[in-house]
């Protein structure tokens, strides 16, 4: 077996140079037939290596995670070699099997960004080489008291008032701390803890120890559930604006499809900037560009804040990927403006992969900024306004919150006052600016990402994103705005 590691390690060594390990043209033959993109029932163990083959030229020569991955000890060499020998150890493998079979295997990549998916059958699968992380909640709330204790205030419903009153002492039968979120503080200003677990699945119950008056132990068994801030249900609006009772924005997307909806939403900014307070809905916005949240925010505060660092590889594999991409959202939409937007970024990486093609471009890092054109930059849409904006900034957010709608998060949390409520991103953006392949047997689609994002607060991590000043574990998540903001309760300390 140390024939198939070998042979499959000098696959993937002869892709990294940029050459093909076939006899096809190095700069076409990761181009989708839109003509033949129906998914076979099952394919033959020849054929599902031969699709491995084509992944390692896709990762090897397309991916930015490649060199960083295996800097922090991912063997890409021991990965790939186990693929193969289980590949040939079945006679014929379908798709979806294949494809639960690769994230299996590629799981450590810690790459939200990075996956699969299979159509088959009118429907549309997606595998995910790294799932979220999300924290699940019990129904009881605690309060800080002095001497570092922590009070029973609020319990659920169906569960026993005798609880009230009595002092956490053990989750697990370990300290509470680390299974404590700060929530809203009190009409006193005390701080409020939510007790909880991250994970990527439901977990078992948690077993808390609380001391009584008479400092008897008490054990209760809680049962937990997952956040209740987030957003079951989208709107499909890509942009709301409501004023009642304060100025608040939805934002569904991101994405470059939908341009023609976004552009009221860079208007309001100058409007709002006079305001006390803005609440920004991000829930459930799986991102798209960067570029909107970054201009709406400048032109908001006047201000200028500081983004991710980063890289971009570039390839032939790359090129191949940004026209594949842009011909499978082409095929997508069907609104005029949409395909307009689009259909000039397709014609723009058409032109780039000829032009590669002629040059015989290899694989290299370079500025990102340096390799957008006036066909594809972002118009000016910094504000002339002057001077600090002195509002308040709430942007309510939910594990569906993703990879550009993180990037305004980041910015965001640079402005004076603002507070994050709701619950942790969704981690997706640690390798970006994903490209689309397609395994030619199997019609499995690959999603890679060609460029590395760096946090310059430090405070992001995939698969758990950024956490909130703020914990909700609330399906009414404005109404708790609305009564923090009107006395009731408020939004002061929250960041201490």
């Given at each position: 077996?140390?024939?198939?590691?070998?042979?499959?390690?000098?696959?993937?060594?002869?892709?990294?140079?940029?050459?093909?390990?076939?006899?096809?043209?190095?700069?076409?033959?990761?181009?989708?037939?839109?003509?033949?993109?129906a998914t076979p029932y099952s394919i033959a163990s020849q054929q599902a290596r031969d699709d491995l083959r084509t992944l390692a030229k896709i990762l090897y020569g397309g991916y930015a995670g490649l060199e960083i991955r295996r800097e922090e000890g991912f063997d890409w060499k021991s990965h790939f070699g186990?693929?193969?020998?289980?590949?040939?150890?079945?006679?014929?493998?379908?798709?979806?099997?294949?494809?639960?079979?690769?994230v299996a295997e590629l799981s450590g990549l810690d790459d939200r960004h990075f996956g699969f998916f299979v159509e088959e059958g009118g429907n549309r699968k997606w595998f995910p080489a790294t799932p979220e992380r999300g924290v699940f909640f019990a129904d009881i709330l605690f309060t800080a008291a002095k001497g570092g204790l922590f009070l029973v205030t609020g319990t659920g419903s169906g569960k026993s008032e005798s609880l009230l009153g009595t002092v956490l002492d053990k989750v697990n039968g370990e300290p509470p701390k680390k299974w404590l979120y700060p929530t809203s503080p009190d009409q006193e200003g005390q701080k409020r803890f939510l007790v909880g677990r991250m994970k990527e699945t439901q977990?078992?119950?948690?077993?808390?120890?609380?001391?009584?008056?008479?400092?008897?132990?008490?054990?209760?068994?809680?049962?937990?559930?997952?956040?209740r801030v987030r957003l079951q249900r989208t709107s499909g609006r890509a942009f709301r604006l409501t004023r009642v009772p304060f100025p608040r924005i939805e934002l569904g997307s991101f994405e470059a499809s939908r341009s023609d909806e976004l552009e009221p939403f860079l208007?309001?900014?100058?409007?709002?900037?006079?305001?006390?307070?803005?609440?920004?809905?991000?829930?459930?916005?799986?991102?798209?560009?960067?570029?909107?949240?970054?201009?709406?925010l400048e032109r908001l505060t006047g201000g200028n804040p500081e983004s991710w660092k980063?890289?971009?590889?570039?390839?032939?594999?790359?090129?191949?990927?940004?026209?594949?991409?842009?011909?499978?959202?082409?095929?997508?939409?069907?609104?005029?403006?949409?395909?307009q937007e689009i259909g000039g970024r397709l014609a723009h990486f058409r032109k780039r992969l000829e032009?590669?093609?002629?040059?015989?471009?290899?694989?290299?890092?370079?500025?990102?900024?340096?390799?957008?054109?006036?066909?594809?930059?972002?118009?000016?849409?910094?504000?002339?306004?002057?001077?600090?904006?002195?509002?308040?900034?709430?942007?309510?957010?939910?594990?569906?919150?993703?990879?550009?709608?993180?990037?305004?998060?980041?910015?965001?949390?640079?402005?004076?006052?603002?507070?994050?409520?709701?619950?942790?991103?969704?981690?997706?953006?640690?390798?970006?600016?994903?490209?689309?392949?397609?395994?030619?047997?199997?019609?499995?689609?690959?999603?890679?990402?060609?460029?590395?994002?760096?946090?310059?607060?430090?405070?992001?991590?995939?698969?758990?994103?950024?956490?909130?000043?703020?914990?909700?574990?609330?399906?009414?998540?404005i109404s708790s705005i609305s009564r923090w903001l009107g006395g009731g309760e408020t939004l002061s300390g929250v960041a201490d």
């Open positions: 077996m140390k024939i198939v590691h070998l042979f499959v390690f000098l696959v993937l060594v002869y892709s990294s140079s940029g050459s093909s390990p076939s006899e096809g043209n190095p700069y076409r033959d990761l181009l989708v037939d839109w003509e033949k993109t186990r693929l193969d020998e289980t590949v040939a150890g079945q006679d014929r493998w379908r798709p979806s099997q294949l494809a639960e079979l690769l977990p078992a119950p948690l077993v808390l120890t609380l001391k009584n008056r008479q400092g008897q132990a008490v054990e209760v068994a809680l049962p937990l559930h997952r956040c208007q309001t900014a100058e409007d709002l900037s006079e305001e006390p307070l803005v609440v920004v809905d991000l829930r459930g916005n799986p991102g798209g560009r960067d570029s909107y949240g970054k201009a709406w980063v890289r971009e590889l570039v390839s032939p594999v790359t090129l191949q990927g940004d026209v594949n991409l842009h011909e499978w959202l082409l095929r997508g939409v069907s609104q005029t403006a949409a395909k032009e590669a093609e002629k040059e015989s471009l290899k694989r290299t890092w370079t500025n990102p900024a340096a390799s957008l054109s006036a066909e594809t930059s972002e118009p000016d849409r910094h504000s002339e306004r002057s001077g600090e904006w002195r509002g308040r900034l709430v942007v309510l957010v939910d594990g569906g919150t993703r990879s550009s709608a993180e990037t305004f998060v980041l910015l965001a949390e640079q402005i004076p006052g603002t507070v994050v409520v709701g619950e942790n991103t969704g981690g997706m953006m640690r390798f970006g600016e994903v490209k689309l392949y397609r395994l030619p047997h199997s019609g499995i689609w690959v999603q890679a990402g060609s460029k590395v994002f760096e946090d310059p607060s430090g405070g992001y991590r995939e698969a758990v994103g950024f956490l909130p000043d703020y914990w909700l574990d609330d399906s009414h998540p």
